[in-house]
Every structure is written in C-alpha cells, then in structure tokens.
C-alpha cells in the first residue's frame, strides 16, 4: 500500500542538484516549508569530482552567493579540499579571463571602466568543482530547516487549484507547490506536459580520463582539425567534439577502443588509448522550456533549458533562476504578492535563457570543422585582441551586461545593485543576508524614510553615505540584490511608491 504522508508543505523541490538546494535554501531563509526530493541515493559521483566537475562560477552567481552568505563557505572549502587546478587553457603567462569557442580574451584587454555601475573589485570567473557547491548548498539547506530525501525520485503528480500530490516510489507527499529542479531530462517538465523547444545536436562531445601508450603524440592544448575538436591536457585529459549529429551520445556504451577510434580521427594520429578510467558524453542540443510554470508547477535549472557545456553557463543560469524564483515563490505562498509577482519570473528569466542558449549556438557554429568556420575564427580572435572587443566577451562571459527588462529610464534598473561600502563597515550585499528589499537612501530624505516606514514589514530603509556612491541618490533593491527603482537626484517619497507596490505589494 502507498504510504501518503499528512503534511502539507509549501513546496515540494524535485531534484538535489545545485539549483533544487540553493532554491530550498531560499525558500527556507523566506520561512517556507520545504521537501526536496532527490532520485539518487548518493549525493557523490566521480563525475562530480575534478576534473569533470570544474566549474566556473560567474559574476551574478558570485552575488548571489555573497548576499546570501554562501560564497566564503565555498571558497572555505575548496581552500580545505585544494584550490582545484587551473585548466590548461589558464595556465599561461597572460591572464586568461574566459573563452568563446575556445578562443580566449585576456584581462588585460577588458576595460572595466565601460561598466558604469560597477564599483572596482575582483572581476571574472572563479573556479570551483560542483561536488563543493551542493555539499555546502545541502549544507546550509538543511541547517536552515529543509527536508531533504535521497533515493526519493518523483515519477508522477496531480495538481488541482489548490495543491499538488506527488508520488514517489511507494509514498506520496502533498504541497501547495511543485519546482522541477530535476535536470535536462527533467520528468516534472514532462508530465506537466510543457514543451522542450529549440536546436537539435550537431555532435557528441566526451570528457574522458585516459592513460595514453604514447601521450607525446598529442600536442597539449586546444586543437581545431579537419575533423573536430579535441583538447589535450597532460596527465590524461582528454575532451574531443566529433560532429556526428549527436548520435554516439547514450547511444551505446563507450568503450576504451570507441575513444581511442574517436580521438585518432580527430586529432590524426595513430595514438594509442592503453586504459579508459572515466568518460562521460554530452551534445550541443540546446532547448528550453516554452513555460517556466503550469499552474502550481515551475521548473528552473536545466530542467527549463539545456545547452553544450562549452561556454561555461547552465550551472550559472540555473543558479540566476533560483535567487530569482525564491522571493517571488515565497511571497506568493505567504499571499503577499502583488498580483502578476510569479509571472515575472519567466518573463525575467525566460529571454536570458534564450541568450545564453544562442551564446553557445554561435560558439558551436564556430566550431564546425569547415574553412568558413577556421576563417570567422580567425576574424573573432583579432576583435578579441582590441579592448572593445575582449570587453564585449567579458560582459557576456563574465555575466556583467544582466539587465532585466523592468522599464524606467535610469540605467542601473533592472542591473545587479553595486556591492557599496556603505560607509559604516558594512557592505551591501551583506545586508541582503536575510533576503529582505533595501531602500537605501544617500541623502537623508525625511519623505523616503517616510514611505520607507509604510511598507516596513517586507523592506528595511538604510541612510547611508557610501564611499562611492556612483552619483546615486536613492534605491530600491528587490530580495535578489535587483535594482527596481534608482534615482541620481533628490526625490519625493512618493516617487519610489509604484516601485514599493510593484514589487512588495500593499504595505
Ligand atoms: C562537462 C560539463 C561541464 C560544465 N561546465 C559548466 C561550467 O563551467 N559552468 C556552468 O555554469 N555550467 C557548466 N555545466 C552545466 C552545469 O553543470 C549544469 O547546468 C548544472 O549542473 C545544472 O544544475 P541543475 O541542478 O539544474 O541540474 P542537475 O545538476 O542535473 O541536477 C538535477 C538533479 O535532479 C535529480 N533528478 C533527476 N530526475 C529526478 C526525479 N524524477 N526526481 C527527483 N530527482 C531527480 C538528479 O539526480 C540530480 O541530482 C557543465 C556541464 C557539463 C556536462
């Protein structure tokens, strides 16, 4: 007999990846009762490890990270693990900051100072392996309440207007609110019956750790042939990018002799795979979900979009979907939103999306094993070399040009809020630790401190004097460090009103 458990959480999180723990982490941090569900019994899996786990974090995850207090208790850990090595590719004398298609830009070519709002700081990707990220996440998840089962794979749901039963195995559990955060393949997305749109692959990709007979016949590094893609770093790793049309991926087991024919065609030579310890496929089908929600049902991580791992982002995009859905979830759940709140999520989420899947179609496109492709190569590797052009794929790379569309004129809407010193020891980001919106107010006006005292029970008002204020008078932040309304002139409280309403409902 299934066994239905009695408690009605508020959300019920399917799969205990990245994005499922950091958005229980604020659900949780909102008060919202919380289950995750999670198919694997095992949290660990080689593939998890280094290498294969490397993973760039970008500077929106950084944010988010920090204004949560997340990110010195990864950076924590991967001091206590060993900072994991730096690819190959970073290995040079010039700092690298990032790739497209594997063709690198260098620091010192991006000009920061294009970035308006960006107060100075350290800027680029930080390295981390994804095993670190959901042990702290899993973590901090359950310190903060959170229920977390392993072993527990969601295989259906029903949803009525007003909750949702979801079964699991032999047991059935209830909530106001299902998250698919279960991956690519996602089975949340597929009963709900949401569409999965975009481009089919062009090519199977492998990661593999090898002991090679003869390793001095690969050269180290990244190698574009008349066949593919391979990079060779020594000790062993080996990824190859074979344009089969994505028909080797999960079509057959890899063996030591598919990898060994796969790697001599494409790096012509007659190299010899002696042992195969680790191999893992993966394709450049880029797709995403035609609505982040159905009803009482969201997805966010690769469960609403997939792409080729090779511009570094989906962890990125999954982590950006979960600071964004939890706020707004949470106050829903509390019958605190304004109406359209949810809906906003897809309508800021959805268009990033689609950027970031196109970000790595391009890089794809350059990577067709074809004399067009080696010649726009070439042509993209000279407006890197120009500081515009290093600073445009920074912008992009790095994550620094998010911009949600919110309307209003001011150039900082809709951008990350700017970490200020506020002058009094604090930082801002550390002040977003509780998840609560901020008006800060840099002149001491008696009317934002006014207004700012209506809606007191979803935002706090700071009057501070930063160090830099950025000719910034006053703003409002949202729960997930988003500027909703700035202003660089002195204003009446009543301006910022529309903005309170919009976002924090009525006071
Ligand atoms: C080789 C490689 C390199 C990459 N490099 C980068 C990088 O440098 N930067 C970057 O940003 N991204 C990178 N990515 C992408 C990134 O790893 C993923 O986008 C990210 O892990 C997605 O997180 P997620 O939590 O959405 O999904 P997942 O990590 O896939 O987690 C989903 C979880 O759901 C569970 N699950 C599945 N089905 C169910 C079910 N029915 N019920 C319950 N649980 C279920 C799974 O077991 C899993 O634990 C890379 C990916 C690959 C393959």
Same mark, same amino acid.
């Given at each position: 007999m299934p066994v239905s458990h009695s408690q009605l959480y508020d959300v019920i999180i399917a799969g205990a990846g990245p994005v499922g723990l950091f958005l229980a982490c604020e659900l949780r941090l909102f008060g919202c009762s919380v289950l995750v569900l999670e198919q694997a019994h095992d949290a660990g899996s080689p593939l998890k490890r280094l290498p294969f786990g490397l993973r760039g974090l970008s500077v929106p995850s950084i944010e988010s990270l920090d204004r949560r207090g997340l990110l010195a208790a990864i950076e924590a850990r991967m001091v206590d693990r060993g900072t994991p090595a730096a690819a190959h590719w970073m290995q040079q004398p010039r700092a690298p900051g990032g790739h497209f298609a594997g063709i690198q830009f260098f620091k010192d070519r991006v000009d920061a100072s294009q970035w308006p709002y960006r107060l100075p700081g350290p800027l680029g990707t930080i390295a981390v392996d994804i095993e670190s990220i959901e042990a702290v996440l899993a973590e901090r998840a359950i310190t903060l309440g959170a229920e977390i089962r392993r072993g527990c794979g969601v295989e259906s749901f029903d949803q009525s207007d007003e909750n949702i039963t979801v079964r699991a195995g032999t047991e059935s559990f209830h909530s106001r609110w299902l998250v698919g955060c279960d991956g690519g393949r996602s089975t949340v997305r597929k009963i709900a019956g949401i569409a999965f749109t975009g481009t089919e692959p062009e090519f199977t990709g492998y990661s593999a750790q090898v002991e090679l007979a003869d390793p001095e016949k690969l050269r180290p590094g990244r190698h574009y042939t008349a066949t593919g893609?391979?990079?060779? *770093?020594?000790?062993?790793?080996?990824?190859?990018?074979?344009?089969?049309?994505? *028909?080797?991926?999960?079509?057959?087991?890899?063996t030591r002799e598919h990898v060994e024919a796969v790697l001599r065609r494409i790096s012509g030579t007659d190299v010899m795979v002696a042992a195969l310890e680790l191999v893992t496929t993966w394709t450049d089908r880029a797709c995403q979900a035609t609505d982040y929600r159905k009803g009482r049902v969201l997805l966010a991580g690769d469960a609403a979009h997939v792409h080729s791992p090779l511009g570094g982002q989906g962890l990125n995009l999954g982590l950006g979907d979960a600071m964004n859905l939890g706020w707004k979830l949470a106050a829903t759940v509390r019958g605190e939103a304004p109406p359209d709140l949810l809906d906003t999520y897809a309508r800021e989420r959805q268009p990033e999306g689609e950027r970031i899947l196109d970000w790595s179609r391009a890089q794809v496109a350059l990577m067709r094993p074809s004399p067009s492709s080696r010649a726009l190569e070439a042509i993209i590797r000279g407006l890197m070399e120009t500081g515009d052009g290093a600073t445009f794929f920074a912008e992009r790379v790095w994550g620094t040009g998010l911009r949600y569309d919110l309307g209003g004129k001011h150039p900082l809407m809709g951008r990350s809020a700017p970490d200020f010193d506020l002058g009094d020891g604090t930082r801002l980001n550390e002040r977003l630790r509780h998840g609560r919106g901020l008006l800060l107010d840099f002149d001491a006006c008696a009317s934002l401190h006014a207004i700012a005292s209506r809606w007191s029970k979803r935002i706090d008002y700071i009057a501070a004097d930063p160090r830099d204020r950025l000719g910034l008078s006053a703003l409002l932040v949202r729960p997930d460090g988003f500027v909703a309304w700035s202003s660089d002139l002195s204003v009446d409280g009543e301006q910022v009103a529309p903005a309170l309403a919009r976002w924090f409902g009525n006071p």
């Open positions: 893609m391979y990079t060779y *770093a020594p000790l062993g790793t080996i990824a190859m990018v074979d344009f089969d049309g994505g *028909a080797c991926h999960r079509a057959q087991p890899v």
